[in-house]
């Protein structure tokens, strides 16, 4: 894989992925998210939802993200909002740490409960692994967290794959059935809406992979990239749902019910370790956007950072997330998610599309004008 290493891979592919490795956990890792916000609208509303609402207005954000991040040279989200919100910057990051909380929180409990379901290993040898996993992955950078995220990509492609090709082989009359003879339930637009805000949030913690882009074409490339790479395991994973619709929606975890309807033990080893390194690539993406947001003051005031701060805060987020998890905390800061959710909206979404590109075009108009004293 030295594609992987290639300049236009870094530039139009890493942000797409580390989008996804971020999104993944939380927005589509159990089939719940697709129940709840596309599945319980039909099958045919739901995948127009998905395709026309979701995965565009994830990809029409992420351009402009990058895109301002790029004319700015803004690759933290501290910087990134300074630039888009002046001394407001502080909002966003308000709701930002609320979320990261809730979602190291959920992974944590997640990683314990995989392996104990699955190998009968210990609730905490999970916790701890995965816990091992992300700090690993923060200390050693950029680069190692762009190759390990890459590399999982491609494993989770290939393994959603693989799952929705064998259930074409004994349900594809089902699946087929299900979508031809599907429904559009009322709501269904506004399931897509919920659902692209819903985790919108988290694109400025990508923002460090970013740096590779150089152009604007690269730069909105790459954001559309992003929105693709995004929602296409969600879609194999919504097509793979509407073979058991109606019945699925009443289900706890829809993955394990469809790969219990499969009956096959090592796919489901397979799908559940591929799911563990998800949590994985998610706790790292929320974290290192911490780490680099710290980072980013002391190079402000030219100063040098002191080695202990970025293991101190690494260690201290995860096992605060542990501690939400183990007493019981998640529902009640998540009671709290759905205006987190409209936070984002009011803090980022709308302002990046709309003073963010008014400040792209000044800059540019800017620049435009010297160019041509110059000549």
Not at 300 to 320: F, H, N, Q, R, Y
Request: glycine fraction near 12%; proline fraction near 2%; hydrophobic fraction near 55%.
């Amino acid at each position: 894989m030295n594609f992987v290493k290639s300049d236009t891979f870094k530039k139009y592919f890493i942000p797409g992925i580390i989008f996804q490795s971020v999104v993944i956990a939380g927005g589509y890792g159990t089939g719940r998210e697709i129940v709840e916000f596309f599945l319980s609208f039909g099958t045919v509303g739901g995948l127009i939802a998905m395709l026309a609402i979701s995965g565009v207005i994830w990809g029409v954000v992420c351009a402009a993200t990058f895109e301002f991040a790029r004319v700015f040279n803004a690759y933290d989200y501290r910087t990134f909002f300074k630039k888009l919100l002046g001394k407001a910057w502080w909002l966003y990051e308000l709701c930002y740490v609320v979320l990261l909380l809730i979602v190291l929180a959920v992974i944590a409990s997640s990683a314990g409960s995989i392996l104990n379901e699955m190998f009968g290993i210990n609730y905490y040898i999970g916790v701890v692994a995965m816990m091992i996993g992300v700090g690993i992955l923060v200390l050693k950078g950029t680069e190692a967290i762009e190759k390990f995220l890459s590399y999982w990509t491609f494993l989770l492609y290939s393994v959603y794959i693989i799952f929705l090709v064998m259930l074409f082989t004994k349900f594809g009359a089902e699946i087929t059935g299900g979508i031809a003879n599907g429904t559009m339930e009322s709501g269904w637009a506004l399931g897509g809406f919920k659902y692209a805000f819903y985790n919108l949030g988290i694109i400025p913690a990508v923002l460090f992979s970013v740096k590779h882009v150089e152009t604007r074409k690269e730069a909105i490339g790459s954001g559309i990239m992003a929105g693709i790479i995004g929602i296409v395991p969600a879609v194999l994973l919504f097509v793979a749902m509407s073979g058991f619709y109606p019945e699925i929606l009443t289900a706890a975890v829809p993955t394990v019910y469809i790969l219990n309807a499969l009956g096959s033990p090592l796919l489901q080893i397979v799908f559940q370790i591929t799911l563990f390194g998800t949590l994985i690539e998610t706790g790292t993406g929320f974290i290192y956007a911490v780490t680099e947001r710290i980072t980013s003051v002391y190079v402000e005031k030219d100063k040098k950072m002191a080695g202990w701060i970025i293991p101190s805060v690494t260690i201290g987020l995860l096992a605060l997330g542990v501690f939400i998890a183990q007493f019981g905390l998640i529902g009640l800061i998540a009671q709290g998610y759905g205006t987190i959710t409209w936070g984002f909206l009011v803090f980022y979404v709308i302002p990046v599309v709309t003073i963010g590109i008014y400040k792209i075009m000044k800059v540019n108009s800017v620049v435009g004008v010297v160019a041509g004293t110059t000549e």
